[in-house]
């Protein structure tokens, strides 16, 4: 079948991958993208990262204007797909016709439900869009005292900046904060950064958020009691699948995809929204650089069905805070203490690799001045040319 229409839904790194892959394969049609949000495509990591520790502007999220040349159709949303009759519906009653579709429409953040005497239209405060970052960055300006709910990459890079301009950080973690994504040593050595600067750790099984006049106080599980001015919310995320309910697409409730990104010949998927194969099964990997690599096996996949290369998926990871820069090539958590473990310059700067049963490696970067592709050669180096990579440089 000859593609002259392809829909892109999600107007996130995906999304703007996949147009700029489809071109770059020649894809040479008619292109439309419809995003849900309002804005262009920009950097989501940036929100956590650089928004509380830098300056007053939220230029750090800015991306490049999209060179693709596709029609745009932002701030509306998908709300529907019909696959015989290939047509994407929208909100408002539209429909979009196509040869080719990406679905990219990403994930949005998880929540733990209503406050209790909260008014109805209150929404617990998360970070995952530009307007969800204006938002956490205004309300931290008076130094208020916070609890975050939420051990992962997140919630920790959230309770860092808060940390950094002044306010007194809570965070609720039923485990030590970053082991379920890590693994314990790496956790350790974050978890224990973080105390040595100021944040209380605290556990306590489910949490509930109460709105009273002295403020939101969170109850937890085991009956403890916090309160604080502010809460915020990073448990997770959830993919955008509603709009696929009754396209046939979805399996036990979830979008699961081939080693070209294909769900079927004229329909792709990428990012946060997909299942796909990896050394370690199908998973779904919500992470940027995951996304990226996704978007261009798939926009391929999609042109040219098995002609296309296989993905073989790494995982690369970083995150920042309490003074810490974490790069990790591999797949996490890692299992006990490293394999391999060198020094650097500084005293929190150190260089260490994991091998896996399975013959393959994760190699971590703590403070570390590494580029990225030796971090992974390191990642990639067996057993018996460990040594011999390490010796040669990397």
């Not at 605290?202 to 085991?222: P, Q």
Request: hydrophobic content about 40%.
């Amino acid at each position: 079948m000859t593609m002259r229409r392809i829909v892109v839904v999600g107007n996130g790194i995906a999304g703007l991958t996949a147009c700029d892959s489809l071109r770059s394969a020649g894809f040479d049609g008619e292109l439309t993208v419809v995003g849900a949000e309002r804005h262009h495509p920009y950097s989501r990591p940036a929100l956590s990262k650089a928004l509380l520790h830098g300056e007053d502007n939220l230029q750090a999220h800015e991306l490049p204007q999209p060179t693709h040349e596709a029609a745009e159709l932002l701030g509306v949303s998908a709300t529907g797909l019909d696959v015989d009759a290939r047509l994407v519906r929208l909100d408002g009653g539209g429909e979009l016709p196509y040869d080719g579709l990406v679905i990219a429409s990403g994930s949005r953040a998880k929540r733990l439900g209503p406050v209790e005497g909260a008014a109805d239209q209150f929404r617990e405060l998360t970070l995952r869009t530009i307007e969800d970052a204006v938002l956490l960055k205004e309300r931290v300006a008076s130094r208020p005292s916070v609890i975050v709910i939420g051990g992962g990459p997140l919630g920790m890079e959230v309770a860092s900046g808060c940390l950094h301009v002044g306010c007194e950080v809570t965070l609720v973690s039923d485990s030590t904060p970053l082991s379920h994504q890590l693994g314990g040593h790496l956790a350790d050595i974050f978890t224990s950064a973080a105390i040595r600067r100021g944040l209380r750790v605290v556990g306590g099984g489910k949490a509930r958020i109460v709105d009273s006049d002295g403020g939101k106080r969170v109850v937890l599980a085991d009956g403890t009691t916090l309160t604080a001015g502010l809460v915020v919310i990073a448990i997770g995320d959830e993919p955008n699948i509603e709009w696929l309910a009754g396209s046939g697409l979805l399996v036990d409730g979830s979008l699961r995809v081939d080693s070209r990104g294909r769900r079927r010949p004229d329909v792709v998927a990428a990012g946060d929204v997909a299942f796909f194969p990896t050394q370690r099964g199908m998973q779904r990997i919500p992470l940027w650089t995951s996304a990226i690599d996704q978007a261009k096996a798939a926009a391929v996949g999609l042109l040219q069905g098995d002609a296309a290369p296989e993905f073989t998926f790494q995982p690369y990871f970083w995150t920042e805070g309490f003074g810490l820069s974490l790069k990790s090539v591999g797949f996490t958590p890692v299992i006990g203490s490293p394999d391999y473990s060198e020094a650097g310059e500084g005293a929190d700067s150190m260089l260490l690799r994991w091998e896996h049963p399975d013959g393959s490696g994760t190699a971590a970067a703590i403070n570390y001045r590494i580029p990225i592709p030796k971090l992974r050669r390191l990642a990639n180096a067996g057993p018996g040319a460990l040594q011999r990579t390490v010796a040669a440089g990397v």
